[in-house]
T-cell receptor, first 113, second 115 residues
Framework: DGGITQSPKYLFRKEGQNVTLSCEQNLNHDAMYWYRQDPGQGLRLIYYSQIVNDFQKGDIAEGYSVSREKKESFPLTVTSAQKNPTAFYLC????????????FGEGSWLTVV | AQSVTQPDIHITVSEGASLELRCNYSYGATPYLFWYVQSPGQGLQLLLKYFSGDTLVQGIKGFEAEFKRSQSSFNLRKPSVHWSDAAEYFCAVGVNTGTASKLTFGTGTRLQVTL
């Protein structure tokens, strides 16, 4: 089935450690996104990528890094520089047309212990 | 910069009653508007979107929304709510940046349905 796969679903990290969240899509979408969700704050854009080997910062990029080496993959690394990393992370993708719909994965829970 | 306001944090309705969730946006040009639904611990599912044309938009699960430019609103409605509609609902405004679409979300409205 076509869709967006995020892994792992649940992840625990010790303070000071980097962690990478995986996002894979088989929808043949050019654009991919990472959002962070905190209770009462809706979703906020971390990074997005329009094409392979290119990405742009979103509204809250500090403490995060991404790569886009393949069209179908857009991993997110939460670095030790991110002060409040505990959150629900959502990956998404879309096609390259105006008014395009963004489709979301099932999300990954990251907890810092 | 664009913004979205969902003034109701939490709404409770009885099963079978009608529903209206409010959404107001701020954006200088014609917006792309979306409503998504999220069940606890899950991703977001698109209910409907407004791109252009008819201002009354039909979506999945019996939902509809009306774009009112004069009021900068895009309220979501359903004539008869089912218990399975209990979830969190997000309104979003989309801005195209080249070939990507940046979404700005509201803070969400949690819907509770009583039997």
């Amino acid at each position: 089935d076509g869709g967006i796969t995020q892994s792992p679903k649940y992840l625990f990290r010790k303070e000071g450690q980097n962690v990478t969240l995986s996002c894979e899509q088989n929808l043949n979408h050019d654009a991919m996104y990472w959002y962070r969700q905190d209770p009462g704050q809706g979703l906020r854009l971390i990074y997005y990528s329009q094409i392979v080997n290119d990405f742009q910062k979103g509204d809250i990029a500090e403490g995060y890094s991404v790569s886009r080496e393949k069209k179908e993959s857009f991993p997110l690394t939460v670095t030790s520089a991110q002060k409040n990393p505990t959150a629900f992370y959502l990956c998404a993708s879309s096609i390259r047309t105006a008014g395009n719909t963004i489709y979301f994965g099932e999300g990954s829970w990251l907890t810092v212990v | 910069a664009q913004s979205v306001t969902q003034p109701d944090i939490h709404i409770t309705v009885s099963e079978g009653a009608s529903l209206e969730l409010r959404c107001n946006y701020s954006y200088g040009a014609t917006p792309y508007l979306f409503w998504y639904v999220q069940s606890p611990g899950q991703g977001l599912q698109l209910l409907l979107k407004y791109f252009s044309g008819d201002t009354l938009v039909q979506g999945i699960k019996g939902f509809e929304a009306e774009f009112k430019r004069s009021q900068s609103s895009f309220n979501l409605r359903k004539p008869s709510v089912h218990w399975s509609d209990a979830a969190e609902y997000f309104c979003a405004v989309g801005v195209n940046t080249g070939t990507a679409s940046k979404l700005t979300f509201g803070t969400g409205t949690r819907l509770q349905v009583t039997l």
